[in-house]
């Protein structure tokens, strides 16, 4: 069974920095495609950035500049380094794992992650 659990999370005041961290087990990590989503209230979930088994990055628009998306497969482990943030950034993150052919906008999560809570105060 799979199991993705995020942590990292937290309140930052704008233009601080937050790293979330995803710990997968379950499922052999090194050859799959990760994501991170976003959602925030009332509105719907958004890919922010996606990484092939290779380390092949893709970003959301919003995401690109200020967040960097990277992974530990030792340590089946998959990060988001977020800074320059904005109270606009403020959503709960989801770590997201699939197919690893499918990356970028045509990424495919087949399992997910309970969530992390990031809030960025103005």
């Known amino acids: 069974q799979v199991q993705l659990v995020e942590s990292g999370g937290g309140l930052v005041q704008a233009g601080g920095s937050l790293r979330l961290s995803c710990a997968a087990s379950?499922?052999?990590?090194?050859?799959?495609?990760m994501g991170w989503y976003r959602q925030a209230p009332g509105k719907e979930r958004e890919l922010v950035a996606t990484?092939?088994?290779?380390?092949?990055?893709r970003y959301a628009d919003s995401a690109k500049g200020r967040f960097t998306i990277s992974r530990d497969n030792a340590k089946s482990t998959v990060y988001l380094q977020m800074s320059s943030l904005k109270p606009e950034d403020t959503a709960v993150y989801y770590c997201?794992?699939?197919?690893?052919?499918?990356?970028?906008?045509?990424?495919?999560?087949?399992?997910w992650g309970q969530g992390t809570q990031v809030t960025v105060s103005s």
């Open positions: 997201a794992q699939g197919p690893n052919q499918y990356f970028g906008n045509y990424f495919r999560p087949e399992y």
């Open positions: 379950g499922s052999i990590v090194t050859i799959k495609a």
């Open positions: 990484i092939t088994s290779g380390s092949s990055t």
